[in-house]
């Protein structure tokens, strides 16, 4: 793979972008190359963490304990050879795959059909019916930001976002989908609801699968 950037954070943080803007493409082939670095990386001296963002990965590491040469030419390696036989330029199939029971109760599920120029029925339809693959964790512990949205579901966030949205909350922002872990603020459009709990077994490049409450 060519194109990619460094740049670091801090003393103890070096990072590579893949790519300036959301796009699935990109954000596969970095959790393809979180995979294949979470195993080459795993014994390194140093080495503590490995982080994904959809067009971002950022590796940590104690700086006194490593190589940061070594390690940058480490990921660089693996960085060049996505694509290549054997190495895999993305990952098509999300494993291990989550299914969420979801009650499509939300309060903003009227508007996104609006918005959308669907039915309600058509909108629960049409969320359900990806296998999602988890870009990243981030804005809260076990929030998951879904890739796979359909695009005709892509919806504006709130103008005014809720001090409050509950645990559990399965919502959309722009062309992404997510469910709160706990109560919080945001702007994003509420379409159901599922059990939180199930979101502390979930990491970047699972699956997910939205299964409807009957």
């Not at 390690?71 to 494993?95: A, D, F, K, T």
């Not at 804005?139 to 809720?162: N, Q």
Request: aromatic share 8%; with cysteine.
């Amino acid at each position: 793979m060519k194109g990619f950037r460094r740049y670091t954070i801090g003393d103890a943080c070096l990072c590579w972008a893949l790519g300036e803007t959301m796009d699935r493409d990109v954000s596969r082939k970095v959790l393809a190359a979180c995979r294949i670095l979470k195993r080459a990386l795993a014994e390194e001296p140093g080495f503590r963490d490995l982080v994904p963002s959809y067009t971002s990965l950022a590796v940590y590491l104690d700086p006194l304990a490593c190589s940061l040469s070594g390690v940058s030419n480490r990921v660089e390696e693996v960085l060049g050879n996505l694509g290549r036989e054997g190495q895999g330029g993305g990952l098509e199939h999300p494993e291990p795959v989550h299914c969420l029971t979801v009650r499509y109760d939300g309060e903003d599920l009227e508007r996104v059909a609006r918005h959308c120029g669907l039915t309600v029925r058509e909108v629960i339809d049409r969320h359900k019916a990806p296998l999602y693959t988890v870009a990243m964790i981030g804005f809260l512990p076990y929030f998951p930001y879904l890739i796979g949205l359909d695009s005709r579901l892509e919806t504006p966030r709130l103008a005014s976002p809720r001090t409050k949205v509950p645990a559990g909350s399965v919502a959309i922002g722009g062309a992404q989908t997510g469910v709160y872990p706990s109560e919080s603020p945001g702007g994003w459009n509420i379409l159901g609801t599922t059990d939180p709990e199930l979101l502390k077994r979930i990491h970047p490049g699972d699956g997910v699968l939205f299964i409807e409450e009957t």
